[in-house]
């Protein structure tokens, strides 16, 4: 049986050529200053940005329109210090010899430990989930392309900070499950990043990375 999808009109501005070039060159040069950020400031973010940012992510595209994600946000001093605790244990794992040579050889430029300061420094805690399924009244749905979609809502996310004037650091202790115990969320979901978000404490330095350059990543046909 065909089922007949709601149509509505596409809102679509069509612009000139000229200003297209501007704003894709801008759009870029404001990206181009994006930075992970590890060294945050106490101070508030301002009300509304992070739920905006929040909505911006939940536009991405996903497989049938599934959205398999979901945000918790956490502002609240003592759960972000429960936070800590429990990444530094996994970290100190990680760090203490569950992450091979090779991948410490790898990290060694961004001087990371396991110490989280910042999770507890940062006024806010983005905890980005998959939903690798969905349960209505008992009945499992599947969702579908979950990793691609929510890296791509993550992505939109951390660039919405970006433009709104925030930091973030993409972060993962993993294994990350103590998120689901501490923010109480369900089994069909599983953490994929633990992001501090806030404005980088003032003299914060980061790692002079060179990204790859247009004709490294691209190739025209
Ligand atoms: C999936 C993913 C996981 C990451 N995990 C960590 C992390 O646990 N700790 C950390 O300090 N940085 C982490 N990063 C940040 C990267 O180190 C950073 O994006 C990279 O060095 C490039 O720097 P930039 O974001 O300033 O361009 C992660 C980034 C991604 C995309």
Redesign the pocket.
């Known amino acids: 049986m065909d089922r007949q999808p709601e149509l509505r009109e596409l809102n679509f501005e069509r612009r000139p050529p000229e200003e297209m070039q501007h704003r894709a060159a801008d759009y870029y040069e404001l990206m181009a200053r994006?930075?992970?950020?590890?060294e945050f400031a106490p101070d508030p973010v301002p009300p509304g940005v992070i739920e905006n940012a929040i909505r911006a992510a939940g536009t991405a595209p996903s497989g049938a329109h599934k959205q398999p994600w979901f945000f918790c946000v956490v502002r609240d001093a003592a759960l972000k210090h429960e936070i800590r605790l429990s990444a530094e244990k996994e970290?100190s794992l990680n760090y203490g010899g569950r992450f091979p040579q090779e991948w410490l050889d790898d990290?060694a430029?961004?001087g990371?430990d396991d110490v989280k300061e910042y999770l507890d420094i940062a006024p806010a805690l983005i905890v980005v989930f998959k939903q690798n399924y969905q349960e209505v009244d008992g009945v499992r749905h599947k969702n579908y392309y979950v990793n691609e979609s929510v890296g791509i809502a993550?992505g939109m996310l951390i660039a919405a900070l970006h433009n709104a004037g925030l930091a973030s650091?993409?972060?993962?202790?993993?294994p990350m499950g103590f998120l689901n115990s501490i923010l109480g969320r369900p089994k069909n979901e599983t953490p994929?990043?633990?992001m501090p978000v806030g404005y980088p404490k003032a003299g914060t330095k980061?790692?002079d990375?060179q990204?790859k350059s247009l004709s490294e990543v691209m190739k025209e046909y």
């Open positions: 994006r930075r992970t950020v590890r970290e990290l430029i961004f990371t993550a650091l993409t972060h993962t202790p993993s994929i990043l633990l980061v790692p990375l990204r």
